[in-house]
C-alpha cells in the first residue's frame, strides 16, 4: 500500500447514514502532465467520475476486516488544467445479503500524479446525500442480491461538471481498516447490446430481446411527453408470455420516473443477468434504446480438444457461463444470486483450468473464502457474508478445491499461507467424530445440504441423524489434506484417519445383500450421489465398486444425481474402469446438455428442469453446470 491513500480519510456525506443510500462526494483538482493514479475503496459500492466520464467502478466485494482498494489508472481522462473528481458511493448496509458484508458507509481515495497527492479523501472534500437515486428505498431483488434501485429523472442536477448546490465538508468516518489492493483484475466495459423489440403487449408494456444471456449494466435513452412512472423488468426467458419479474418474494426490476423530454440513464452498480427486458409505463414512451452494457473478466480462452459438432457447440454453452459467472468473484447464477460458493466454484475453478489456463482468478477466491471467520471453525454459506448460515460439506468441498488448485498452479506459497485455515476445517469435523463416525452439526445455523434431491436437501431441518454422505466427503477431504500436507512437506496422519473412517462407513452404510450405501442410519433412501462419494472416498473398492458402478447407471430406486454433482458420479466411474466408462461418460453429457441447445440456450442451466424448477426460479446459467469442459479435455 501506499502512502497516498493511508493518508487519506475514511468520509461520509452525512453523520447518520441508513440503508440503501447514496452520498456524492467532489474534489476539483489542477493537473499539468505525467501519470495520474486513483486509490480507492468504499463501502459499500463506487462509481468515479472524472470531468463526466465514468474512470473507475466497482468495489470488490470485501470483509470490513480485510478491505480492498482499487489502483486505476486514470490519465487518459484528465485534462491540463482544473479538473473534477466525483464519486458516487451507493451504501448497502444490509445484514442479510448472500454477497454483502455489511461496514460503516464510507469512502477513502486519494488521487496522486507521480509522487504528488492530487487530492484525498478529508473533511474538505464536499459531498451531499444523491437527489435523484430514491435512497433508502431498501427494495430487495433477491435475498441472495439483496437491493435493487430507483430512479427520479426530474430530482437530476449537473453535480458531475457543473454548479454545486447543497453540498457541505464530509463527515470524517472514525475507523481504521486493513487495507490491501484487490488481488484479480478489475471487470471490462464492453460494448452495450441494445434489446430488440419482439413483443408488444399494450402501448405501455413491451418486451425486448438481447439476442442472448448478457451480464451487465442497464442503459436506455427515453423520450417522454410527461413525467411518469417506468417499471423495467428483467429475466432469462419468456414461459409466461412476459418476463417473470416477480418471483415469490423476489422482484425482478426497477423503477424510473421519467422528467418531461429526454431521459438517458446508465447505471454503474447493480449487475442484471438476463436475455430479455420488459418495459412497462403510464403513458406510451418513444423508447429510442434499451441496453445492458456487459461486465466481463478478460480472460482468453485455450485451445480445445478436437470434438464433434456437437461437443463444440456443448462447450461453447459451457464457456460462455464461465465467462458470465466471473466477476469479482465466481458467481453461482447472474441473474437471481450473484453469490460466491465453495462448492459452486470449485466446478468452475476445476473448468477453469482447462478452459483459461488461468490461476490468479481462482486463488483470489480461495483466498477470499479463507478471510472467513467463524467461531466453529467451518465457511460460511457464501462469501463475504454476515449472515450465520452453514453448509458444513461446502466447507469439506473448499478443501478439494485447494489441493486441486495447488496441483494446477503449483502455488505452494498460497496454500502455506492458508494452510491453518484447512487444518481448522478438519478439526471442527474430526472433533465431532462418535463410534468411528462424523456426527452431523445441529442447530438453525446449520444446512446440511448435499443437493437438490429428495432427502438430500435438508432445507428447514435442524436436527440430523449420522449420514454416508458428509462422512465419505469428510473422508474424501482428508485424502487431500494428506496431498496438500505432502506436497507442502508437512508430516501428519490424515490418511490413517481417512482409512478409519472408511471402515466404518461400510460397518455401519453398506448392504451387501443388494451391493449398495443407505444415505441414513434408517436405510430408508440411498442415492447415485452416495454411492458415488462411497467409491470416491475408498470405502467401496474391487468387486463391489464395479458392481456399484452398474447400480449407479441401471437401479431405477436409486435417487439420481443433480446437475451440480454429476461430477462426482462421473468420477467414480473412471476410478473404477476408465476405458470402460469414459464413451458412456460422453454419451450422458450429450443426453444431458441437448435439450438446452434445442431450447436455443446460449448457457447451461442450474438443472435439467430449466425456468421451471425451484417453483419457477430455476436459472438458465449456472457455474456448477459447466463441467462437460473439464471432461472433454480429460477423456477426449
Known amino acids: 500500500m501506499t502512502e497516498h491513500i493511508k493518508n487519506a480519510h475514511w468520509i461520509w456525506c452525512n453523520c447518520s447514514p441508513q440503508n440503501d443510500e447514496y452520498g456524492e462526494f467532489v474534489d476539483d483538482f489542477f493537473y499539468e502532465s505525467g501519470k495520474v493514479t486513483l486509490q480507492i475503496s468504499a463501502d459499500s459500492n463506487y462509481a468515479a ?3 463526466g466520464q465514468l474512470a473507475a467502478w466497482g468495489q470488490y466485494g470485501d470483509f470490513p476486516y480485510d478491505k480492498v482498494y482499487d489502483e486505476v489508472d486514470v490519465t487518459s481522462f484528465c485534462r491540463k488544467g482544473s479538473n473534477r473528481l466525483a464519486i458516487l458511493v451507493w451504501y448497502y448496509g444490509l445484514e442479510t445479503s448472500s454477497v454483502y458484508y455489511p461496514g460503516n458507509a464510507a469512502l477513502l481515495y486519494a488521487l496522486a500524479c507521480n509522487d504528488s497527492v492530487l487530492c484525498q479523501s478529508s473533511e474538505r472534500t464536499r459531498s451531499r446525500m444523491n437527489k435523484a437515486y430514491i435512497n433508502h428505498r431498501c427494495k430487495i431483488l433477491s435475498g441472495q442480491l439483496g437491493y435493487g434501485y430507483g430512479y427520479d429523472a426530474t430530482k437530476e442536477d449537473n453535480w458531475l461538471t457543473g454548479e454545486l448546490t447543497d453540498f457541505s465538508p464530509s463527515v470524517v468516518v472514525n475507523q481504521k481498516l486493513p487495507l490491501r489492493i484487490r488481488p484479480c483484475d478489475k471487470l471490462t466495459l ?4 441494445s434489446g430488440k423489440e419482439i413483443k408488444q403487449i399494450s402501448d405501455t408494456d413491451i418486451i425486448f430481446d438481447l439476442g442472448r444471456e448478457q451480464v451487465g449494466f442497464l442503459s436506455f435513452a427515453f423520450h417522454s411527453s410527461c413525467e411518469q412512472n417506468v417499471t423495467i423488468a428483467y429475466g432469462e426467458h419468456l414461459a409466461d408470455g412476459q418476463v417473470r419479474r416477480v418471483i415469490g418474494d423476489r422482484d425482478f426490476s426497477m423503477d424510473y420516473r421519467t422528467k418531461i423530454g429526454n431521459n438517458v440513464f446508465f447505471n454503474p452498480f447493480r449487475r442484471f443477468g438476463c436475455r430479455y427486458l420488459e418495459i412497462t409505463s403510464e403513458y406510451p414512451l418513444d423508447i429510442q434504446k434499451i441496453a445492458i452494457v456487459p461486465t466481463m473478466y478478460i480472460l482468453a480462452e485455450k485451445k480445445r480438444p478436437k470434438l464433434t459438432d456437437l461437443q463444440n457447440k456443448i462447450y461453447d454453452m459451457c464457456v460462455e457461463t464461465l465467462h458470465l459467472c466471473m466477476h469479482e468473484h465466481y458467481e453461482d447464477c447472474p441473474w ?14 476445476l473448468c477453469g483450468y482447462y478452459a483459461f489456463g488461468e490461476y490468479r482468478f481462482p486463488r483470489s477466491n480461495l483466498e477470499l473464502i479463507s478471510k472467513d471467520r467463524r467461531d466453529d471453525g467451518l465457511l460460511s454459506i457464501c462469501y463475504p457474508i454476515k449472515l450465520d448460515l452453514v453448509i458444513p460439506s461446502f466447507s469439506l468441498h473448499y478443501i478439494t478445491a485447494c489441493r486441486e ?20 476445517i478438519l478439526r471442527a469435523f474430526t472433533s465431532r467424530i462418535q463410534n468411528g463416525l462424523f456426527q452431523p452439526f445441529e442447530g438453525k445455523s446449520y444446512w446440511n445440504f448435499y443437493e437438490w434431491k429428495e432427502n438430500l436437501d435438508n432445507w428447514g431441518l435442524h436436527t440430523f441423524s449420522c449420514d454416508l454422505l458428509s462422512n465419505a466427503l469428510l473422508s474424501i477431504a482428508l485424502e487431500n489434506m494428506a496431498v496438500i500436507s505432502e506436497i507442502l512437506g508437512i508430516g501428519n496422519d490424515y490418511r490413517v484417519l481417512a482409512a478409519e473412517l472408511n471402515r466404518h462407513i461400510i460397518k455401519t452404510f453398506w448392504d451387501s445383500d443388494k451391493g449398495i450405501c443407505y444415505n441414513y442410519l434408517g436405510r430408508t433412501s440411498y442415492s447415485q450421489l452416495g454411492n458415488a462419494l462411497a467409491i470416491l472416498c475408498g470405502a467401496v473398492t474391487g468387486a463391489e465398486a464395479e458392481a456399484l458402478c452398474q447400480q449407479l447407471l441401471n437401479d431405477p430406486q436409486m435417487t439420481p444425481i443433480s446437475l451440480s454433482m454429476q461430477c462426482f458420479k462421473y468420477d467414480a466411474l473412471l476410478k473404477v474402469n476408465k476405458e470402460k466408462y469414459a464413451p458412456v461418460i460422453l454419451r450422458d453429457i450429450e443426453k444431458i446438455y441437448t435439450p438446452m441447445l434445442k431450447a436455443g440456450s446460449t448457457t447451461v442451466w442450474e438443472t435439467e428442469l430449466g425456468e421451471s424448477d425451484f417453483a419457477g426460479a430455476g436459472s438458465l446459467c449456472h457455474g456448477w453446470s459447466a463441467m462437460p469442459i473439464y471432461y472433454y479435455h480429460t477423456l477426449m
Request: glycine letters at 2%; hydrophobic letters at 35%; proline letters at 0%.
Open 190 to 193: 464492453l460494448q452495450e447490446v
Open 336 to 349: 437471481r444470486e450473484q453469490a460466491l460458493y465453495a462448492m459452486d466454484s470449485r466446478n468452475q475453478m
Open 405 to 424: 488448485y495447488l496441483e494446477h498452479s503449483g502455488d505452494t506459497v498460497f496454500l502455506t499461507e492458508i494452510y491453518s485455515k484447512l487444518t481448522s
Open 49 to 51: 467520475y472524472i470531468n
